[in-house]
């Protein structure tokens, strides 16, 4: 069972949840950038938590399935379109085999996640098929994918979507199940309102308050490894250089010239910049969502606060999983 | 008791930090809690971090609230908690016993881009800069910015100099660099902004071995001067 790459797109990749493990021998976690909409795709089609699905950033991808599949998209940036006829995202959905599937453009959000029935094969390293190309891990032979490129699904049979006996007439090519998932459940990862709490150094800076006050956006100097963002400058009270301690993604470090880095899945596991702020963990995947030129305004929330939202959001998720999974065997 | 203190670094992560400053003291105490963690992991314990003065420990909030469903406190609260319990039921003493790894250098010039400008700044010769960088027996105080890369202290005086005001986009995978007080090993080619002074054959990241760093927390390194030839005839080993 195979999928043909015919059009790669821009920097679109092999992800599942992440490399977890190694960070203390300097190997970033990775992953999904929007586990949210990552972890939407595998429910919706009965996948494992941590199948390998493609990442893709904005449109452009373009593939032909060379079996019968079922599929769904989940996230922004792009839809999923055969023969110029535009399929609900957040649904399953079955293909006919050698039908010609694009990502065409949307305006709204920025990265989507195509799961496969049974997910993705990749190379597997250190326990993930998670691409990070500066160390050649994971992905397609430890890259982005390329035109051309033929992507192997798992075999192995698992959890079968309980339909009706026949999908397609001849004028078909693709059918939609009857039951998706309410639209108010993600709509919360389309907006630039990003949550945050003031990060270990906060005190460090003379003005921090900037950051709530001021409007940033998000630089073209920004991809998988972290944001460079573009707005008031915010200085540090002295300039001594702060010992190199771990980060991680979600972070936002204020660089010398006084401007502030988000980091993001690929970034780097430990660094010494002082830490102005985190972005709430629910909201990372909002971050995720927002392409380069976009606005992204920052609102005060507590740890405590974050937390409590965090865990709701897991209990959220782990309901709404046991009752997609009612549609599988 | 261990001085320490404890902060969040997100929802499923807490640092503790051992010391403001970096020292051989600080750092030993940071891999003997790493030591024991990974020892007898608490449940919903993920992975840890160490730095040069602390360890960031990473956790399943998921699990801790399970495990403590009647709480009021926070699930960060919790694990601070039971870090401070950990810790103070240790001495946080480190094994003895640390591997030296012995690892080649090419010092040539060919390979050593900056070794003049070291050798300038530092009021040395480079014949100096090779000869102090040679005869000393360097502490690995961690692993981090890429994978493998071996932060490596401290430098033999007078070998210190500040990091560059401009990294370069591209240093040359193996790259053996001083900034600081530091030195460390460039395991690919990445942006960089310590000064060049030699480049080694030996591979600092395999994803086959285990573990994948040739270099981790707690070792001892000491450099090997090698000439052009060594280099070439190593390197397609």
Known sequence: MSVRIINAGVQSSLQDMGRTGFQWQGVPVSGAMDTFSYRLANMLIGNDVNAVVIECTGAGLNFVPETELLLTLCGGGSVLSINEQELPSYRPVVVKAFSVIQLKPITIGFRSYLAVKNGFEGQADLGSVSTYVSASLGGSNGNFLTDGTILEINKSVHRLMKTPGKLFDEQQSYYVEGWGITGKLFDYVFSNQVRVIKGPEWNNFKEPGKLFSGTFQISQQSDRMGYRLKGPTIVPVSNEELVSTAVSAGLIQCTPDGNLLLLMADAQTTGGYPRIARVAAIDIAKCAQLKPGSEINFVPVSAEEAEELYLKRELELARLKHMIDLQYY | ?????????????????????????????????????????????????????????????????????????????????????????????????????????????????????????????????????????????????????????????????????????????????????????????TPGGWYIIGRTPMKMFEKSASPPGKLKAGDQVRFISIDKNQYKSLLSL
């Open chain 2, 1 to 189: 008791m261990h001085n320490v203190n404890i902060y969040p670094l997100s929802e499923t992560a807490l640092t503790i930090e051992f010391a403001k400053d970096i020292s051989l003291a600080a750092n030993d105490k940071v891999i003997a809690a790493f030591q024991l963690l990974k020892s007898s992991p608490f449940p919903g314990y993920r992975e840890a971090v160490p730095a040069y003065s602390s360890l960031t420990v990473y956790y399943n909030p998921v699990e801790i609230r399970r495990r403590f469903p009647y709480e009021q406190r926070s699930v960060a609260d919790i694990v601070t908690d039971l870090l401070l319990q950990i810790l103070s039921e240790s001495n946080l003493e480190t094994s003895t016993e640390r591997t030296i790894t012995e690892i080649p250098v090419c010092y040539e010039d060919e390979y050593a881009p900056d070794i003049w400008a070291v050798a300038d700044y530092c009021g040395l010769t480079t014949e100096d800069v090779v000869a102090l960088h040679t005869n000393h027996l360097f502490h690995v105080f961690f692993t981090g910015f890429v994978p493998g890369f071996p932060y490596l202290g401290t430098n033999p005086e007078p070998l210190e100099i500040p990091r560059k005001k401009t990294p370069l986009l591209s240093v040359p995978a193996g790259s053996v660099a001083v900034a600081g007080k530091q030195s460390g090993i460039y395991p690919f080619a």
